[in-house]
């Protein structure tokens, strides 16, 4: 019972960190969205290597030596597994930083409306997890919720779609991976974005931001919203099913939308906040919690 409500606690917290992820973010509005990307990336990245150095070496060893023992195929697939993830939650981070800074923080908002169906979805044709009548009616009418909203806010909605989707796919494939201590997969994750990003940092033309503004908002983007909320997701998923962390995704865009109207002032339609609710409604009243 301990351990599962830890489960529970990690997905929570994880989803309603990222809720508020708008306010340091909107902090940086000024600068590119590649650039916010690059500095988060490598600074989450240096944050999560002298954890290791200081507390976990000795997993990191274990994971290693556990990844040895096992067979040529089981390496290719483990490794596999967190590239393709690695890429997709990169891709997700650009997503959201773009929505948010360039499109609306609504955007940004609806994409975890989108986020727990999608992963529902994915839940139950790649990894067979279980769907009942009701989940399967709650899905239908957020599509039609969806669908409907496209009709006033088509752009929003796109850029919705693709940063759930990405998310989606990413929880998908973590909970594929076993066996791996979440930090050591978290870091060497890290690693393979900071890989992706390498060859544009290289042969741009750039200069190191000198604004103290510009790194205390990426350093807080890095430890609070990234490392963080990022480990206790991946540890959620040990005891959790890929759908139920999806309906807890819900945390977020709750949180978000308090923040736009609240903290932000963004102004929205009563079809909006018609369609939002409806998209969230059912779902969660369909999981029972």
């Not at 974005?193 to 290289?202: G, N, R």
Request: glycine share 4%.
């Amino acid at each position: 019972m301990n351990a599962r409500f830890n489960y529970f606690a990690a997905a929570i917290g994880s989803s309603m960190i990222w809720g508020a992820f708008s306010v340091p973010l909107r902090n940086l509005r000024g600068y590119p969205s590649t650039e916010i990307l690059i500095y988060r990336i490598f600074t989450s990245l240096l944050i999560c290597v002298l954890i290791t150095l200081l507390f976990r070496r000795k997993s990191l060893r274990e994971d290693w030596q556990y990844l040895r023992n096992t067979s040529a195929a089981q390496r290719r697939n483990t490794w596999k597994l967190i590239i393709s993830s690695s890429v997709f939650i990169t891709a997700n981070w650009f997503s959201f930083i773009y929505a948010i800074n360039h499109v609306s923080i609504q955007s940004g908002a609806f994409a975890y409306m989108v986020c727990p169906i999608l992963t529902a979805l994915l839940g139950f044709f790649v990894l067979k997890e279980h769907l009942s009548r009701i989940q399967w009616t709650a899905i239908l009418i957020c599509v039609g919720s969806i669908s409907f909203l496209a009709y006033n806010a088509a752009t929003d909605v796109a850029v919705s779609v693709v940063i759930a989707l990405l998310y989606s796919i990413y929880l998908v494939l973590q909970k594929k991976i076993e066996r791996l201590h979440k930090f050591n997969i978290l870091l060497v994750q890290l690693m393979i974005s900071t890989l992706i990003i390498l060859p544009y940092y290289a042969f741009r033309d750039h200069h190191l931001p000198a604004e103290s503004i510009f790194w205390t908002n990426i350093l807080v983007i890095s430890l609070f919203f990234t490392v963080i909320p990022l480990f206790l997701s991946l540890y959620a998923l040990i005891g959790l099913p890929s759908s139920t962390i999806g309906i807890i995704i819900y945390l977020n865009p709750i949180v978000a939308f308090f923040v736009a109207f609240f903290y932000f002032n963004e102004q929205t339609s009563g079809s909006k906040l018609a369609v939002y609710s409806s998209s969230c409604l059912p779902w969660y009243c369909s999981t029972g919690i």
